[in-house]
């Protein structure tokens, strides 16, 4: 269903959905909020409020654009992870990652986006990815620290998605959590082998669990009193459940994963709290997440200069991809007249 389509140049014919009429008529409004509140699929044909398809383009393609900056410092360790096994488990992970990429952008297009759209916000730095890839992998140890905790978050930030209101996107997003949990878990396969290692091994494990570990709860975004559009969002059926609610469910599934590891998380204010039948946590560094948001994060730069070099390399297989595609449709205007 969700085929690599190249590019092509927007041009009113080619819109897969309608321009919602200036005035919105009270019927079509009235369609889109009893599906809704029916639980419905909203499909790329069917007529919605453009606030919507604003706030759908915008989720979709930021997380399209994560999953392709993701492979990045992942993909700097290919040449170097420390085994054939390792080097395959890698290659496969951060392939998938690029697979995430194309499945979304192409359920981000079926709104009337393009692909160059798209990109162009990303490479000029107006479009937002996750921040979390801003941060350096600085040993093998933070590969499986990644695996086990960042693609631990992605999915639980990711399967209430498969149950979005928008069907391309909620149809996406089934394949792609199957794939995170492969992911997730050889990252932590990978470390309860270092665990069994030297005590440097495991001391680089912890030092990487140290480094990752509140970044990864401020990858489910600011408190819910700081968060203006989950509201409209819960309402649309686009997010599920609160950035607060999946932080909490993400801490009380990590915590005993840690344990089994022999690993300490990097928080004296996590314990058990026996009345909310949930883990208390600490204060998150906000400053530290809005700075790196807004572009000076360590590897703001060099993610983003990397994307762009890979992208302009990459020009010439386009070209040669859509020369081939004009051809073959000439050859079948030919054979058909
Ligand atoms: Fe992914
Ligand atoms: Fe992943």
Known sequence: MYTQSFNVPDTPGLRSVPLAPSTESAESQARFDNKIDADGKIEPQDWMPEAYRKTLVRQISQHAHSEIVGMLPEGNWISRAPSLKRKTILIAKVQDEGGHGLYLYSAAETLGTSRDQM?????????????IFNYPTLNWADLGVVGWLVDGAAI????????????????????????ESFHQRQGYEALLVMMKGTVEQKAMVQDAVNRWWWKCLAMFGPPDADSPHSAQAMRWGIKRISNDD?????????????KVLGVTLPDPDLKWNEERQHHDYGQIDWDEFWSTVNGNGPCNKERLATRVKAHNDGQWVRDAALAYSRKRQTQAIKEAA
């Open 119 to 131: 990109l162009e916000g990303l490479h000029s730095g107006k479009a937002k990815y996750s921040s």
């Open 156 to 179: 639980m930030n990711q399967i209430p998605l498969c149950r979005c209101s928008y069907g391309p996107y909620a149809r996406a997003m089934i394949r792609v959590c199957k794939e």
């Open 246 to 258: 999946l932080r909490q469910k993400f801490v009380d599934a990590t915590v005993p994963q840690a």
